[in-house]
């Protein structure tokens, strides 16, 4: 389908996609005021992930890990509870699954980061649980590291302690060897076992402060970069973003929405519509409305009357009835899908603007059910189409001129309870043949298609046929059917005429 397509449904449903996109902006104001104000306040800390001097294998996914850890932990129900209490509220007292939807602990890509944040009704327990949580983080790794149990540095003190008291007995006795004057064997042996624990003391001395300042780096390796503060805005609030959001959403759904009916709605809605849908040339767009007979070549100061006579005047050459080409185009029948479709109003105008052009014209009534001609050009005559086909008249009784110079009118003539078989008789090809031969051109208007075999049997013995197509009063299927019917009677479709409804302001007389 071309754009121009989509843009010609898009401004006819315009009401519909500025329905459906105003309801979804009130839908979202509506929530905005309606849902309970929700408050977040965040903390922030640091996790150094490669503290402790021994840690010098460190491997990159070692601070992804860690901070998960640390993710897990401050989101178990423990953690959380503990936290709870030191803000001063029970436990017993909280909905532990509700409040962990509103814990959010997130870790920030790429950098030794996390934020605590919580989301509560009251801003001030949403400040105080997230300072309290980053608290009790900071804590852990003292905990964990220098808690109740004992460290590896007082295991290392203690064994400092016993290696030291060992070795003031072993030079205590050294010195008592001496002064007893034993064997330089037995010194020897004092003295090997005085440096032995000496090198001993040192090395464990060494570990020692290793170990003391290691331990002293991982239970600080948390801090609080950022305490949590009062938050003094909702985070729930339906901002600009959230309108704008509602107004692009509300637009495609009115968009979507207006695709939708206009698809169900099978009405024809414009010439393009329809020149697309049925691939066949659509000679120009006419408003409904009759010119007055004889009135056509006058210049009219009513804008919308002029307006009428040009639509039918553009026609002409659109219609392409005059080229040498066309000359074998004698007869054209006016027919239209289903009745009420302005054909007879359509007939009427194009056979006065092709008068006005200075080509001798015979308007035919072959609508011998329901004649509307007559009143239209005020001609009154006792025979007609009916009469010739039933040979109650002859040709010269049936022809009247009209108010419009060069244009004769045929009306249908007496009611007949067999039109169908009338208009099907060689008496009705021979009627035009006469009319043909005399190189006169004809404009026949017929029945409807559908309902009645009336149009076909006339379609298969003209030299072209035209559809009028009614703005709303007709739809897919009944055009469809009409050509399809059309075809099948061997009809030689010209093209199709759009009339646009009637609007307020035209004036037609």
């Known amino acids: 389908m071309e754009l121009s397509i989509y843009l010609e449904i898009l401004k006819r449903r315009a009401w519909v996609i500025a329905f459906v996109t105003m309801l979804a902006i009130l839908i979202v104001s509506i929530i905005g005021l309606i849902i309970t104000p929700l408050y977040t306040a965040q903390s922030t800390v640091r996790v ?3 503290a402790g001097l021994a840690d010098f294998t460190f491997r990159e996914d070692y601070s992804e890990r860690l901070q998960n850890t640390y ?8 953690f959380i509870q503990e936290a709870l209490t030191r803000t001063g509220v029970n436990p017993a007292t909280v909905d532990m699954a509700l409040l962990l939807t509103q814990v959010n602990v997130e870790v920030v890509s790429k950098t030794e980061l996390m934020n605590i944040s919580v989301e509560n009704s009251d801003p001030a327990f949403a400040r105080d649980l997230s300072n309290h949580m980053a ?3 900071e804590e852990y790794p003292q905990n964990l590291y220098v808690g109740r149990g004992k460290s590896t540095a007082q295991i290392v003190e203690a064994q400092l302690s016993e290696i030291q008291t060992q070795l003031e007995a072993d030079r205590q ?14 010194i020897a042996d004092i003295e090997s076992r005085i440096k032995f624990q000496e090198d001993s003391y040192t090395k464990l001395l060494d570990n020692y402060e290793m170990v003391r300042l290691n331990q002293s780096l991982r239970a600080n390796s948390i801090s609080v970069l950022a305490p949590a503060t009062l938050p003094s805005e909702p985070s729930n609030n339906l901002g600009l973003t959230e309108l704008a959001l509602a107004l692009a959403l509300g637009l495609m759904g009115g968009v979507a929405v207006a695709l939708v009916i206009e698809n169900l709605d099978t009405r024809i809605h414009s010439a393009q519509q329809i020149e697309y849908m049925t691939n066949m040339p659509v000679f120009g767009v006419v408003p409904h409305g009759i010119v007055t007979p004889g009135t056509f070549e006058q210049a009219e100061s009513s804008s919308p009357v002029q307006t009428l006579k040009e639509a039918y005047r553009m026609l002409i050459p659109n219609m392409k009835i005059f080229t040498k080409r066309d000359t074998s185009l004698r007869s054209i029948l006016v027919t239209s899908p289903t009745g009420g479709d302005s054909k007879s109003l359509v007939a009427a105008n194009l056979a006065q603007a092709i008068a006005e052009q200075g080509q001798q014209i015979f308007l035919v009534e072959a609508d011998l059910r329901s ?6 050009f005020a001609v009154e005559s006792e025979f007609g189409l009916s009469d010739l086909l039933d040979r109650s008249a002859v040709l010269d009784q049936l022809v009247h001129p009209t108010a419009q110079p060069n244009l004769f009118m045929i009306n249908a003539g007496k009611k007949v309870k067999n039109p169908t078989t009338l208009l099907a008789s060689s008496a009705m090809r021979r009627f035009l043949d006469i009319l043909e031969n005399r190189e006169q051109f004809i404009i026949v208007n017929a029945p409807a298609v559908l309902g009645v075999a009336d149009a076909s049997v006339l379609a298969a013995n003209m030299s072209g046929v035209i559809l009028v197509v009614s703005e709303e009063s007709n739809n897919r299927e009944q055009i469809f059917a009409a050509l399809r019917q059309l075809q ?3 009809a030689r479709m010209m093209g199709i005429i759009y009339v646009k409804k009637d609007q307020k302001g035209w004036g037609l007389s």
Do not use: H, N, T, Y
């Not at 993710?71 to 423990?78: C, F, G, I, T, W």
């Not at 006795?173 to 037995?186: N, P, V």
């Not at 004649?371 to 239209?376: F, I």
């Open 173 to 186: 006795e050294l010195s008592d060897a001496r002064a007893q004057g034993r064997s330089a064997a037995e």
């Open 371 to 376: 004649p509307s001609l007559e009143k239209v």
């Open 71 to 78: 993710r897990e932990v401050l989101l178990s129900p423990p």
């Open 488 to 490: 099948a009677a061997r």
């Open 48 to 50: 150094i992930s490669d």
């Open 135 to 137: 608290e009790l983080l």
